[in-house]
């Protein structure tokens, strides 16, 4: 394992409870000789606590090991600044949920120093890729960690589609809209639509409608490898919107 020298630091400072975690965390590497670096937006909230300002891009291209501080939203915001590279990250919790953030406060320098001598378990989690056709045959491409989601954006409104894996139809559907989630994101959205929490070691993706208005309509298990296609059965107003992680990448309308 190539020897860590610059860790950078990402959360919601604005909380004064994360805000101290950062600062002692920031002095705590400091005292190890390591570069620290934080997000250029967080620099009001954080004066004087040693680290380098820096864009999104500067932070993801040089952070050797990112240590996110608050919940699971943070670690996922997190995740989409390193996609596509090798680097590690680590969660604090200081948010509501912990499923990925499981290192408490109290266990937050032993666990970095841990990870910084090499002495934790490395454990790679897949990463979902969405590809959306647009009006006009634009495609907009957005990577999760936990989920990609359809759903309808007009509340009260049911939408109407279809799903289709590896080009074969499979169900036609009725309702809010669809979440599709790897196994590390099975127990986040998917869990509350039914689905089932799946070992994070598993090589699966679960496809759970949401609010089905059907008693038929049962989340399924599908190889990670599949592609799954999702297509609006075209109605007036039918329209809905895709997220990555809760990241909005665009509507989809119907062909």
């Known amino acids: ?17 994360v805000a101290e975690s950062a600062a002692v965390l920031a002095e705590h590497l400091g005292r190890r000789g390591l570069e620290v670096i934080a997000l250029a937006e967080e620099a009001s909230r954080l004066p004087g606590i040693g680290a380098q300002f820096v864009s999104e891009q500067e932070l993801g291209e040089r952070a050797q090991l990112v240590i ?5 939203g943070t670690l996922l915001y997190a995740a989409r600044l390193v996609a596509g590279r090798s680097t590690p990250l680590l969660g604090v919790n200081r948010g509501r949920l912990g499923f990925l953030t499981d290192v408490m406060p109290e ?51 049911l939408i109407d589609f279809e799903t289709w894996i590896n080009g ?16 590390t994101g099975s127990t986040a959205y998917a869990l509350s639509c039914g689905g ?60």
């Open 1 to 17: 394992m190539t020897a860590i020298r610059c860790c950078a630091l990402v959360s919601r400072f604005a909380d004064l409870r």
């Open 107 to 157: 266990d937050m320098l032993s666990s970095v120093d841990a990870a910084l001598e090499g002495q934790c378990q490395r454990d790679e989690r897949p990463l979902l890729i969405a590809e959306l056709v647009v009006q006009g045959g634009e495609k907009l491409a957005g990577l999760a960690l936990n989920d990609i989601v359809l759903q309808t954006h007009r509340s009260g409104h």
């Open 68 to 72: 996110a501080i608050g919940g699971d």
């Open 168 to 183: 074969r139809f499979v169900n036609s559907h009725g309702g809010d809209g669809l979440v599709v989630a790897s196994a």
């Open 196 to 255: 089932p929490i799946v070992e994070p070691g598993l090589d699966v993706v679960v496809v759970a409608p949401i609010c089905p208005h059907t008693l038929s309509d049962r989340p399924i298990l599908v190889s990670a490898t599949s592609i799954i296609e999702v297509r609006l059965i075209d109605r007036p107003d039918s329209t809905a919107e895709v997220a990555c992680d809760g990241r909005v990448l665009g509507k989809l309308n119907s062909r």
